[in-house]
């Protein structure tokens, strides 16, 4: 794995492979690179999965099997930038699936607990148009919705 720029590591109670191998299924581009396991004498099991090097859609990640003192919350979020309605569909039913939660605005926790926002290309435009209304009945649009529909994103915007 490069050193080059970011890697973001992910603090797992033991689901670090199972995550990471769930991760590299999600997303085109991945791909698990290097399994580590704890020695004799490390804070965790002797042969238990120490860390999980992988990439996701291209993104470096570290998935460490630390034990139960952290966890996550919405205060770190991964945005998934889609093209279309199928591939929000997709995202969405991939990263709720085994127990993920959905939520509102286009967020979602996944079964592990990570917060994901699933976000149209088309969003931003959208609610940060020059023309006040339209941004503000997109805004509302997508206030009322879990999963963004990009078809009723566009016609709140355009007041239809």
């Given at each position: 794995?490069?050193?080059?720029?970011?890697?973001?590591?992910?603090?797992?109670?033991?689901?670090?492979?199972?995550?990471?191998?769930?991760?590299?299924?999600?997303?085109?581009?991945?791909?698990?690179?290097?399994v580590?396991?704890?020695?004799?004498?490390?804070?965790?099991?002797?042969?238990?999965?120490?860390?999980?090097?992988?990439?996701?859609?291209?993104?470096?990640?570290?998935?460490?099997?630390?034990?139960?003192?952290?966890?996550?919350?919405?205060?770190?979020?991964?945005?998934?930038?889609?093209?279309?309605?199928?591939?929000?569909d997709?995202?969405?039913?991939?990263?709720?699936?085994?127990?993920?939660?959905?939520?509102?605005?286009?967020?979602?926790?996944?079964?592990?607990?990570?917060?994901?926002?699933?976000?149209?290309?088309?969003?931003?435009?959208?609610?940060?148009?020059?023309?006040?209304?339209?941004?503000?009945?997109?805004?509302?649009?997508?206030?009322?919705?879990g999963?963004?529909?990009?078809?009723?994103?566009?016609?709140?915007?355009?007041?239809?």
């Amino acid at each position: 794995m490069s050193r080059d720029g970011f890697t973001t590591c992910l603090w797992f109670d033991g689901q670090a492979e199972e995550a990471a191998e769930f991760y590299v299924s999600v997303f085109k581009n991945s791909s698990v690179e290097r399994v580590a396991h704890y020695p004799e004498g490390a804070p965790g099991p002797a042969g238990g999965v120490m860390t999980v090097e992988f990439t996701a859609n291209g993104h470096r990640f570290v998935a460490l099997n630390g034990g139960p003192q952290f966890t996550f919350n919405e205060a770190i979020s991964f945005q998934v930038f889609c093209d279309d309605q199928e591939e929000v569909d997709h995202y969405w039913s991939r990263l709720t699936e085994g127990g993920g939660e959905p939520g509102p605005c286009g967020w979602l926790k996944d079964r592990f607990g990570v917060s994901w926002q699933i976000i149209p290309e088309r969003l931003p435009a959208l609610v940060g148009d020059p023309d006040p209304q339209k941004a503000a009945r997109a805004t509302q649009a997508m206030l009322s919705m879990g999963k963004l529909d990009i078809a009723a994103l566009e016609k709140a915007h355009a007041g239809e």
